[in-house]
T-cell receptor, first 111, second 114 residues
């Protein structure tokens, strides 16, 4: 069964810390997505990766295809980064656009 | 440009009642999705529609039906609600944004079945 595993489940950090959230997946993905779910429930897409690394502001996402692993890094964390971060995999053989989601990592950044 | 809208935001049903969750998008996307999100679990796909006039089952379709009324609208119907359907329901559509195929989510509907 195609699965997506995230770690840690919960993460508490002090403002300014460098944060890493991990995601591992089974074989045969065409893309890996990172999403952010705000405390109010809204979900926004942050990145889609099929190889290498992407950066947007203080957020950096990397993927290692050989190790079947992706990481989301947040530099100089801020309380407004507090949210649930979700990774999702698009598996080959899955129907168009279908994603398998991890359970999410709840991040709390303290001032 | 409202993105993806969902109605209602909250709903309480009694077991056996029926209801329809409405979803609309104004981004001219072909693909639309219905997910449910339960505590301790990832988002799970209920149904999706790759284009107007087509629908397919996702991971957890039992107890639900869908209609892709037109390109904009994709509704989810619970014919006979059960407590196990208490969840937060998200509608999404997908298209190219920020340079990649992106899913855009609605604000969610919180459903409680008593």
């Amino acid at each position: 069964k195609n699965e997506v595993e995230q770690s840690p489940q919960n993460l508490t950090a002090q403002e300014g810390e460098f944060i890493t959230i991990n995601c591992s997946y089974s074989v045969g993905i065409s893309a890996l997505h990172w999403l952010q779910q705000h405390p109010g429930g809204g979900i926004v897409s942050l990145f889609m990766l099929s190889s290498g690394k992407k950066k947007h502001g203080r957020l950096i996402a990397t993927i290692n295809i050989q190790e079947k692993h992706s990481s989301l890094h947040i530099t100089a964390s801020h309380p407004r980064d507090s949210a649930v971060y979700i990774c999702a995999a698009a598996y080959y053989g899955g129907s168009q656009g279908n994603l398998i989601f991890g359970k999410g990592t709840k991040l709390s950044v303290k001032p | 440009n409202a993105g993806v809208t969902q109605t209602p935001k909250f709903q309480v049903l009694k077991t056996g009642q029926s209801m329809t969750l409405q979803c609309a998008q104004d981004m001219n996307h072909n693909s639309m999705y219905w997910y449910r999100q339960d505590p301790g679990m990832g988002l799970r796909l209920i149904y999706y529609s790759a284009s107007e006039g087509t629908t397919d089952k996702g991971e957890v379709p039992n107890g639900y039906n869908v209609s892709r009324l037109n390109k904009r609208e994709f509704s989810l119907r619970l014919e006979s609600a059960a407590p196990s359907q208490t969840s937060v329901y998200f509608c999404a559509s997908s298209g190219v944004g920020e340079g990649w195929e992106t899913q855009y989510f609605g604000p969610g509907t919180r459903l409680l079945v008593l």
